[in-house]
Nanobody, 120 residues
Framework: QVQLVEAGGGLVQPGGSLRLSCAAS????????MGWYRQAPGKQRELVAT???????NYADSVKGRFSISRDNAKRTVYLQMNSLKPEDTAVYYC??????????????WGQGTQVTVSS
């Protein structure tokens, strides 16, 4: 029943900006930490940023100062504002959420991924 739907990916020139969003839907009791991960061709998936329910954030060194993660708990949505984009940011970006559907077990859910391409 739970679904994470990402949006906002696309093609952008170096130095440009994109804002990704990920909305959680379904019978969710509580959402804990949410985050963004990315996977470039030929590379393993890596953490980009995470944010706790209370708003505590964590960023990969490669995106600090350029990306900003935020969330709207009422809308059950997490955002990733990406500025000063570089070609090396090109990847499929995945939304992650640790959540419970039964007030008991907390499990990780993943979105389907959205492509971000930074190119001239």
């Amino acid at each position: 029943q739970v679904q994470l739907v990402e949006a906002g990916g696309g093609l952008v020139q170096p130095g440009g900006s994109l804002r990704l969003s990920c909305a959680a839907s379904g019978s969710i009791s509580i959402i804990n930490t949410m985050g963004w991960y990315r996977q470039a061709p030929g590379k393993q998936r890596e953490l980009v940023a995470t944010i706790t329910t209370g708003g505590r954030t964590n960023y990969a060194d490669s995106v600090k100062g350029r990306f900003s993660i935020s969330r709207d708990n009422a809308k059950r949505t997490v955002y990733l504002q990406m500025n000063s984009l570089k070609p090396e940011d090109t990847a499929v970006y995945y939304c992650n959420a640790d959540l419970s559907t039964d007030w008991r077990r907390v499990v990780a859910y993943w979105g389907q991924g959205t492509q971000v391409t930074v190119s001239s």
